[in-house]
Structure formats: C-alpha cells, structure tokens
C-alpha cells in the first residue's frame, strides 16, 4: 500500500513541516486530506522583525519565569537518530548526561542566580550543545537550533523548533488539544519512573500493572509495506497493547513511538491485517495465559505509554501532538481505542 499526494496551495513548506508531511504519509489509510488540514494553520516565520521580537519575548518569559513547556533537544536534522548523552555537565558548556536535565538545569539557573536577559540571550544565542553517541562520536549544535518551546505574543500562539518559529491558527490549536485531551489518561494508576531507560521501567511498571512484557518480538509483513513491525512493549489480559517511550519532549522519538503503533494496529485490522501478525500475538498470549484474538477483533486498545523527561515541560511538543492525532484517527477508523499517558519521574 502507499500514497500518493498532490497539494496545490499557498503553503511554505520548510524542514520541519516537510518532514511531518513524509511522517503523514506513512499513514496507509485513506482519506489523507483530513490529516493534512494542519499544513496551512501553522506557518514559519519569516519577518525578521517579528523573529526577533519573539526570541526577546522568550527570554524575558524565562526570566520572569513565566514559561511552561520549555525543553532542549538535539537537532534531528543533523543526521544523528541516537545520541547517548554521557558526557558529564560542565558549568554551562551544555555538555548534558541526562536528555531532558538540561532545559530544567538551565531554567534554574536563571531562577537561583536571579539572571537578566542580556546574560540568557548571550547563552542562548552563542552557546553550543555537545553530545556523545554510544562510540565516543561527539556531535555539536547551536543551543538555539536545540530549544523546543511555546508561547503566546500579542495573543497569538507561537510554536519554536529548532530556530524555526511559528505561527499557529488558535482555533486548529484549540481542537488539536482537546481532541487529545479527549483520551488523556490520568497517571495515577501508573507507577513513577525514576529511570531514563525504558527496559528499566520495564519491571516495575509490568508487576503493578499485571502486564505481560513482549518487547522486541517482531513481525515481518509480507507485502514488504513495512520493515520489521513490534507487536507493542507489553500486552494485557484483555488485549490492550502498550508501547512505551523514554522523553517527552523529543519529537523524533515520538513520532517513532507512534508510528510503531500505528503499524501494529494496522497488522491487527480487518482491512490491512496479517494473520501471520495475529499467530505470532497468539504465540505470545499464550505464553502468559492470557486470551487468544482473531484477525479485526473488537475491542482492542492500543496505548501510547510516555515516560515524562523534562520537569519544564508539561505536555509533549505541538508537532507531536500533530502525529499522535494522526495516529489516533487512523487507528479509530479501523475500529481501535486509542489513549495516551503522561507518566510522571
């Protein structure tokens, strides 16, 4: 299966909306017009002006402390998929161990020393993050090619990613969150984590759950539609499946998370699935004693499990958001319950 697209509008499509539009069109199913409603609501900047502007209105946020979903993260578009962050915090060199520590050390920073916008600026605009990858390659971008953030300017909303800000349409932005807000689910009934690794959440969360742990058992679709396909991290008695993800502010690795579910929901359906895929669920049901399942059964739940990253960011971020509804129509039109979770460290 694939897709094939013809767009004919007044549209700037940059990097970052190129790359959501390539995300989008991985989604099998049809109609595709609905999903790309989001293409002409969000808009780069490109008055200088008004780029500069937004960054002041940035740093004065962040001085006055009044920022809520700020958080840092390596530039997916220099070519490195998987950064291991082990190199030990140097004062403000932004050599970070921990994805996500970063953004709340710098933050606070800003707030313990009472810092002003001149020195916040200088270290926005002038200051390099450096991360290592598991050999000891060391990677480097400009921290303001890095920040990830949101805010509000002259009642506008205003998206910032990866040096690029944009505008976005209020109302796509109103319905965007309470069309996810809609299968939020609380985190109380889910263990903190106090790990940046998913396998060592893995136990914990598995036990008190009373889930069973199929992480990395895989599948190979037979149209060769897909690569190797993971059933999900974790299944229960009566079959909702949970694929899990370290980092709530990265947006690579959430749209990867999603589209992994994505694909297995789609192996699972009457419409694009494998009975291959649903023996090889079966195999692993009946290994926990759990309930066998049929190709297209009713009532299966597929859950997005996000282990929460950066203590200064509170949701995930905007072009996230634009995957995981995506995803949650897709798999809604083929009969799934969609939900995700917020999971607290």
Do not use: C
């Not at 082990?86 to 060199?93: A, F, G």
């Not at 953030?149 to 109103?174: A, K, P, Q, R």
């Not at 008695?237 to 929901?265: A, D, I």
């Not at 950066?310 to 809604?332: A, G, Q, W």
Request: hydrophobic residues 35%.
């Amino acid at each position: 299966m694939g897709s094939s697209l013809k767009i004919k509008a007044n549209i700037q499509i940059d990097k970052n909306l190129k790359s959501m539009l390539i995300y989008i069109l991985q989604m099998y199913d049809q109609p595709l017009s609905p999903q790309l409603s989001f293409l002409n609501k969000i808009n780069p900047i490109t008055d200088d002006y008004l780029n500069s502007l937004l960054w002041n209105s940035l740093f004065n946020k962040l001085v006055n402390g009044r920022i809520n979903n700020f958080s840092i993260s390596f530039p997916s578009d220099l070519g490195v998929d998987i950064v291991s962050e082990r190199i030990p915090d140097l004062k403000y060199n932004l050599k970070t161990a921990i994805p996500g520590e970063l953004a709340s050390k710098f933050v606070d920073e800003i707030q313990n020393n009472h810092l002003n916008v001149q020195w916040i600026s200088d270290k926005i605009l002038k200051s390099q993050l450096i991360v290592q990858d598991e050999y000891d390659n060391e990677y480097r971008a400009q921290l303001k090619k890095s920040i990830i953030t949101e805010l509000v300017y002259n009642g506008i909303s205003y998206v910032l990613l990866f040096n690029i800000w944009y505008s976005v349409d209020t109302n796509f932005l109103h319905d965007l969150n309470n069309e996810l807000d809609s299968i939020l689910e609380n985190s109380n009934s889910y263990p903190n984590h106090n790990s940046t690794n998913e396998k060592d959440y893995f136990p914990n969360l598995g036990s008190t759950l009373g889930w069973a742990n199929i992480d990395l058992k895989t599948y190979s679709p037979k149209d060769g539609t897909m690569d190797r396909v993971e059933v999900a991290d974790f299944v229960s008695k009566n079959h909702e499946f949970t694929h899990v993800k370290y980092g709530h502010s990265s947006s690579s690795k959430l749209s990867h998370l999603f589209l992994q579910g994505n694909n297995s929901g789609m192996l699972m359906s009457s419409r694009f699935g494998e009975q291959g895929f649903i023996d090889k669920i079966n195999y692993l049901l009946k290994q926990h004693n759990f309930p066998t399942m049929k190709l297209g059964d009713k009532g299966i739940k597929i859950r997005f499990l996000i282990m929460k990253s950066d203590k200064k960011r509170k949701d995930i971020p905007l072009f996230s958001k634009i995957s995981l509804m995506t995803v949650k129509r897709n798999l809604e039109s083929l009969g799934f319950t969609v939900s995700y979770v917020l999971v607290d460290q």
